[in-house]
């Protein structure tokens, strides 16, 4: 009798641990590298990788990994995560919607207001209503991708300690020349977008604040970094000394 109760009781408690750990594996997420090298002049502002809060879902709303790397006067951010960044849309198990919101940007050194938006041009609705979020009002849930500024945020979204979400009403900057693309590696997603800091009269050191997040807000993450930005006299300066260094390599090879 006691072999017999204590063979179920290893027999349950084995269970139980088994159990647990299906539970744990889906309210956490598997580590993941960052798609964004140093060797390729990324700078990481933000590592989220680990626990998603405040909410659950596994690895799909998992957010991970901000950066940035500067090409003259072009700002380029990436953004990884588990959460599909290609087509921005994530049917759960539950057999609800989710959508990706806007990369939200702030430049004046308060994150506690994001005055700019990129949006990557995706179908977007919010999360308890399900309604439209776009800024033209066209009724198609879509805007233009690029830079914006914006008027209004949609917090619509589950966990509002995740907001803001994506742009309910903004303008798009003129001469910002935005980029975006997107795509996949493993289990995580990517997206980059890129603009042209001279629209925003943007020079010397900016503090850069990036924020994002899904429309039920389970996991966020924000990053801040000081980007210093190329004094046209420097960039002036740099070309010539090039222009100096070619001119010289012509004439040794004049000369041989």
Not at 146 to 160: C, K, M, P, Q, R
Request: glycine letters at 12%.
């Amino acid at each position: 009798m006691k072999q017999n109760v204590s063979s179920n009781l290893k027999k349950y408690t084995c269970q139980g641990l088994a159990a647990l750990g299906i539970l744990a594996a889906c309210c956490q997420t598997a580590n993941a590298a960052s798609l964004f090298p140093a060797a390729d002049g990324w700078t990481q502002i933000a590592n989220d990788d680990g626990s998603i809060s405040p909410g659950v879902g596994g690895q799909t709303f998992d957010a991970e990994y901000l950066a940035y790397k500067l090409v003259g006067n072009t700002l380029f951010v990436g953004l990884q995560a588990g959460f599909d960044l290609v087509d921005g849309h994530v049917k759960y198990t539950d057999n609800k919607d989710y959508y990706a919101g806007d990369l939200a940007l702030s430049f004046d050194g308060n994150a506690s207001t994001y005055e700019y938006a990129f949006d990557f041009g995706l179908f977007t609705k919010d999360y308890y209503n399900g309604e439209l979020v776009e800024a033209d009002n066209n009724a198609d849930g879509k805007d233009d991708f690029g830079l914006y500024s914006v008027t209004e945020w949609n917090d619509d979204i589950a966990f509002t300690t995740s907001n803001p979400f994506a742009m309910d009403g903004g303008t798009m900057v003129s001469g910002a020349n935005g980029t975006t693309a997107a795509g996949q590696d493993g289990t995580s997603y990517w997206r980059t977008v890129s603009f042209d800091l001279t629209s925003l009269g943007l020079t010397g050191i900016f503090t850069l604040d990036a924020h994002w997040t899904m429309s039920c807000g389970n996991d966020a993450i924000n990053g801040s970094a000081d980007v210093p930005v190329p004094e046209p006299a420097t960039m002036l300066l740099f070309g010539t000394g090039l222009m100096g260094l070619a001119g010289l390599q012509r004439r040794r090879m004049n000369k041989e």
